[in-house]
């Protein structure tokens, strides 16, 4: 009997790269924008807005790029112990594991004696892969690449890094602030939208919780900020 296979494409296959990206472009609008509207409060002028702006994004997406890619390997460091301490076990006591995967089928529903089936086959087919999904959790899908993530990170850190440089090229000096802070703000509820979008989630959720966090964060800057204002008004 043959059967025909239907692949679906799930979000969860996102997670490896969305979450770097998502993370590292909020971050770089929110800390970079932030940044200038502090910087800007205090009553700085916009060329050095501007070298302020360079030295935020390089140092920011070099920050992202390397706490992204030690997390990540610190992950699939502890990944590879736990399938190297799960081989050890599967060559020294493959009953034990046989019963211990078993009782695992059973807590999720089947009867005893298709559990043991099911565990059974699954072991002669791959038992260390099986022992990997379903007792440790691990699967493919969700396995992160380390250099994907920083490399991701760090571009989108980059990218929303641009958004608040942009403004500072393009806008009247007196009006700096104010500018960099709408775009700050439209462009956060862009990529809110756009992360529900990949994610399947909610636009309208997704656009306002980044927003209203980013809009948090860039006020409590300027109000900073202008605590070290010390021109006339």
Same mark, same amino acid.
């Given at each position: !009997?043959?059967?025909?296979?239907?692949?679906?494409?799930?979000?969860?296959?996102?997670?490896?790269?969305?979450?770097?990206?998502?993370?590292?472009?909020?971050?770089?609008? #929110?800390?970079?924008?932030?940044?200038? #509207?502090?910087?800007?409060?205090?009553?700085? &002028?916009?060329?050095?807005?501007?070298?302020?702006?360079?030295?935020?994004?390089?140092?920011?997406? &070099?920050?992202?790029?390397?706490?992204?890619?030690?997390?990540?390997?610190?992950?699939?460091?502890?990944?590879?112990?736990?399938?190297? !301490?799960?081989?050890?076990?599967?060559?020294?006591?493959?009953?034990?594991?046989?019963?211990?995967?078993?009782?695992?089928?059973?807590?999720?529903?089947?009867?005893?004696?298709?559990?043991?089936?099911?565990?059974?086959?699954?072991?002669?087919?791959?038992?260390?892969?099986?022992?990997?999904?379903?007792? /440790?959790? #691990?699967?493919?899908?969700?396995?992160?690449?380390?250099?994907?993530?920083?490399?991701? &990170?760090?571009?989108?850190?980059? %990218?929303?890094?641009?958004?608040?440089?942009?403004?500072?090229?393009?806008?009247?000096?007196?009006?700096?602030?104010?500018?960099?802070?709408?775009?700050?703000?439209? &462009?956060?509820? /862009?990529?809110?939208? %756009?992360?529900?979008?990949?994610?399947?989630?909610?636009?309208?959720?997704?656009?306002?919780?980044?927003?209203?966090?980013? /809009?948090?964060? !860039?006020?409590?800057?300027?109000? #900073?900020?202008? %605590?070290?204002?010390?021109?006339?008004?």
């Amino acid at each position: !009997m043959s059967y025909s296979i239907h692949h679906e494409k799930h979000y969860i296959q996102r997670t490896g790269w969305l979450r770097a990206a998502v993370l590292g472009a909020n971050d770089g609008i #929110i800390s970079v924008t932030s940044l200038i #509207i502090g910087m800007a409060a205090s009553g700085a &002028s916009s060329q050095t807005l501007l070298i302020t702006c360079v030295a935020g994004l390089i140092s920011g997406a &070099s920050s992202m790029a390397t706490g992204e890619y030690i997390s990540v390997k610190s992950q699939v460091d502890i990944e590879k112990a736990d399938l190297h !301490m799960e081989a050890h076990e599967l060559k020294h006591n493959p009953e034990h594991e046989l019963k211990e995967l078993s009782q695992i089928y059973i807590m999720r529903g089947l009867k005893p004696e298709l559990a043991h089936e099911v565990a059974l086959q699954l072991t002669t087919h791959d038992a260390l892969q099986a022992h990997a999904r379903d007792e /440790i959790g #691990i699967h493919e899908n969700t396995t992160a690449n380390p250099l994907q993530a920083a490399g991701s &990170s760090a571009l989108a850190f980059s %990218l929303g890094a641009l958004f608040p440089m942009f403004s500072i090229l393009v806008s009247p000096e007196r009006y700096v602030a104010m500018t960099v802070m709408i775009v700050g703000v439209l &462009s956060l509820a /862009i990529l809110g939208g %756009l992360s529900s979008y990949f994610s399947g989630t909610s636009l309208v959720k997704g656009s306002l919780r980044v927003t209203l966090w980013g /809009i948090i964060a !860039m006020t409590f800057s300027a109000w #900073i900020g202008s %605590l070290f204002n010390l021109q006339p008004i």
